[in-house]
């Protein structure tokens, strides 16, 4: 009995001896991989990558992060210079650096899809994969993403950058006030804001192209009356007002030409001056600017301007082109020449 008992013993200590060297060897060899995978420069092994959160090798270095790995697609268009989205990809590979990108063209096969699923409306456009909702990025910030369908797509406009090329253009209706011909090859749509001095800069341009292109060149007007020039919507409104009585073009030529003038002024008795100084019927003008007759139009006007992004004056569609900021007359007939060679 005794010797059983000892028998039995013997075998537990072997068995206990048989485990401590296979986990020793499992060890000696997960540590033996780490070593010649960091040597060879072949990968790392589970081990390291599990308990290790910067790893060098070859030259490079590889550090953990606790996002997931997420996919874009860019959805652009390579004909287009300023549809280039490699100054955003750095920007969002900062604050998401486990992005994993590719680029689409938007009139392949695929990119038709996904404009017409995501209900794409500009370029370049950047579609995340719902994986996006984990990273500490959309945790913050979840309000610039839009989800269509099963995609997230990023709205750049609302950290201000300037979409490339928009592919839904601006209406132009009946009430729009437009200049030049209804037949002209190209349609220029400028928001703009009277009391803004880079939109009186642009004005200068915008009066030469009209004079070199009477026949080419429709241009209109929409509002966008900035929330920090406190007489811009009365301007607005006086214009409009004008635009009725059939002297849009001189009353806007006076309102930027005397922009220092009312602009220090309080209330709308300027602009009932520059009616009568341009011989308007004062008794319909004046009502017109006191019932802000035109109320709505303005409002209408700057409601589809934020639809396109667009928070700042001038801001220009070029036909499918838009124009951030006031740029001389050259570079403006440049561009209107390259269209009208086309």
């Not at 689409?104 to 404009?115: A, I, K, M």
Request: glycine share 8%; aromatic share 10%; net charge negative.
């Amino acid at each position: 009995m005794l010797e059983f008992i000892g028998n039995e013993g013997d075998k537990k200590m072997q068995n206990l001896i048989s485990l401590c060297i296979l986990l020793s060897g499992l060890l000696i060899g997960s540590l033996f991989v780490d070593i010649a995978q960091l040597v060879t420069g072949s990968g790392f092994s589970r081990h390291a990558v599990e308990n290790t959160d910067v790893l060098e090798a070859s030259g490079r270095t590889w550090v953990a992060y606790g996002d997931p790995s997420v996919d874009l697609t860019v959805l652009t268009d390579s004909s287009c210079e300023n549809c280039d989205p490699d100054q955003a990809l750095s920007w969002i590979r900062r604050i998401m650096p486990t992005t994993i990108a590719r680029n689409v063209e938007y009139d392949s096969e695929e990119g038709r899809l996904l404009t017409l699923d995501e209900n794409i409306t500009a370029l370049p456009a950047f579609l995340f994969s719902e994986r996006v909702k984990r990273t500490a990025f959309y945790g913050q910030a979840g309000s610039l993403f839009t989800q269509t369908n099963a995609l997230y797509t990023l709205d750049m406009t609302k950290i201000g950058e300037t979409p490339g090329r928009f592919l839904r253009l601006p209406e132009v209706t009946g009430d729009d006030i437009s200049l030049g011909s209804d037949t002209a090859k190209i349609t220029v749509i400028e928001y703009s804001d009277f009391q803004c001095p880079y939109s009186k800069l642009f004005h200068s341009s915008i009066q030469k192209m009209l004079k070199e292109y009477p026949a080419d060149v429709r241009f209109v007007y929409k509002h966008l009356p900035l929330s920090f020039h406190p007489q811009a919507e009365n301007a607005a409104l006086a214009s409009e007002c004008a635009h009725e009585a059939g002297k849009f073009e001189a009353y806007g030529n006076m309102l930027f030409a005397k922009q220092d003038e009312w602009g220090k002024t309080v209330g709308t008795g300027k602009f009932k001056a520059y009616a009568r100084m341009l011989s308007m019927d004062s008794r319909k003008f004046n009502a017109c600017l006191d019932t802000k007759k035109y109320a709505e139009k303005v409002k209408s006007d700057s409601l589809e301007a934020e639809e396109f992004g667009i928070s700042g004056t001038p801001g220009t569609f070029l036909d499918d082109q838009f124009i951030n900021g006031a740029i001389s007359y050259d570079e403006l007939k440049s561009i209107i020449d390259k269209k009208l060679a086309k």
